[in-house]
């Protein structure tokens, strides 16, 4: 569509600092086999965290806010959905539970990827799995009242662009038109733009965002939640937004600051990794490392300590609570096993 029209990727060229901000992105991406050599305990728990807080922070943002604790007992099934912001949060996991068990190559964006998201992202509510009927449009609402921010492309144009979209996206891709993530950053800022459903298209574009990372290979997403990023710099995101499709219609728009504000998240994404796995280990970490220690007697001391620390995490959030599991866990790991789970 437009950000691919026209040689506009071929002759889109980049700043100084947005060229460090790339270069920076990029060597991080090449650091994911770090990842690999991670403890499956240490995996699973920053998984189930960061499934939560993207289902959480993704909703936050359309302005449905459901605590976290409510959604762990809808997602264990221990509890049910008592209202349709409940149903739509819990939507959105199921989302991104299809997303994270589907085989990469399969997630590359196709209008009917696009709709299988939308369909689980929106089950249950009108037009759910199908482009838009009706032509529609981005209101902003403002203390002054409503404003007409942007029309996106009508109705009966929306397949045929998305169509032309996935497939101009792809070919970008295999023919390394622009660097993979000024390529998605295009392909997101596009759909948008479009606006192809009638309702829930900021989900399907964060949806969308982390399925297209997985198919190139970026596995950050499975473990750090871009949405909360997002939400925590939501001003800044519609900002950038805004900015970029002044003019889109016309293919006259910058591309820079939508893509700035990609990279942004991106690199954002990995740094909150790396905090969350760089923690302080304890004293027999290289022997645990090796293999060439037996089960270490217990120290009363610590093992009161470690209690002591779980004790504390109940007043924590769910999301909190799991953060402190995944650091007990490391911290105390050489007194023993630690609990797989806080309770």
Known sequence: MNSFNKGKLENYSISNGMGALLARTSKKEGAEGELERLEPSIVETLRKSSIITSAVASCAIEGID????????????????????EHEVLNYKTALD???????????????????????SMA???????????????IEKT????????????????????????????????????????????????????????DGNGRVSRLITTAALLELGVNM?????????????QEAYCLALERSSEGWHTGNHDLSPFVRFHLETISQGYDDLH???ERPKGPSAGLAASGGYSAPRRSACAEKALQAEIRRTRSMSVTQRMEASLAIKERFAWIRPAPTEIE
Do not use: M, W
């Open 275 to 277: 905090r969350k796995i």
């Open 221 to 233: 997403p499975r473990l750090i939640s871009l949405e909360e990023i997002i939400q925590n710099r």
């Open 124 to 138: 249950g509510s009108e037009g759910a799995g199908a482009f838009k009927r009706r032509d529609n449009a981005i």
């Open 98 to 120: 299809f997303i994270f068990q589907a085989a990469p190559a399969s997630l590359q964006p196709s209008p009917d990827l696009l709709r299988r998201i939308h369909a689980l």
């Open 143 to 198: 203390e002054f009242g409503d404003r007409l921010r942007f029309t996106p492309t009508p109705a009966a144009e929306t397949e045929h662009a998305i169509s032309s979209l996935c497939l101009s996206y792809n070919e970008a891709i295999s023919k390394e038109t622009a660097a993979p993530q000024i390529c998605l950053a295009a392909f997101v800022l596009d759909f948008t733009c479009i606006h192809p459903f009638a």
């Open 66 to 85: 459901v605590p976290e604790a409510k959604l762990i007992a809808l997602a264990d099934k221990t509890a049910s959905p008592e209202s349709q912001k």
